[in-house]
Nanobody, 123 residues
Framework: QVQLVESGGGLVQAGDSLRLSCAASGRTFSSYTVGWFRQAPGKEREFVAT????????YYAESVKGRFTISRDNAKNTAFLQMNSLKPEDTAVYYC????????????????WGQGTQVTVSS
């Protein structure tokens, strides 16, 4: 198993940047694909980005492509989500997730989840 803890959320203004972190403990972090998802009030959890075990492959939702960057540091057991040019519609609780298979975009395919971190973007 792997345990995940997100951090780095906060309240920012439109156009600002935030960097979310996902710290992992437990089994070897590099054995897992990592995904970021978000859930706004009253909405379903939606895919944001995913990164392969080695970090050489990434995939993004169209809504964040060009603004968000997912990365990982396997030596530090941590994944990141750099969020630039934030918009009010990016407001949500952001979750990181891990899966032992390849790149996944559906939430139900991920086995392990963090508790989430709130990101609020004011206009």
């Amino acid at each position: 198993q792997v345990q995940l803890v997100e951090s780095g959320g906060g309240l920012v203004q439109a156009g600002d940047s935030l960097r979310l972190s996902c710290a992992a403990s437990g089994r070897t972090f590099s054995s897992y694909t990592v995904g970021w998802f978000r859930q706004a009030p009253g909405k379903e959890r939606e895919f944001v980005a995913t990164i392969s075990r080695s970090g050489d492959s990434t995939y993004y939702a169209e809504s964040v492509k060009g603004r968000f960057t997912i990365s990982r540091d396997n030596a530090k057991n941590t994944a990141f989500l750099q969020m630039n040019s934030l918009k009010p519609e990016d407001t949500a609780v952001y979750y990181c997730a891990a899966d032992s298979r390849g790149l996944q975009v559906l939430a139900y395919e991920y086995d392990y989840w963090g508790q989430g971190t709130q990101v609020t973007v004011s206009s």
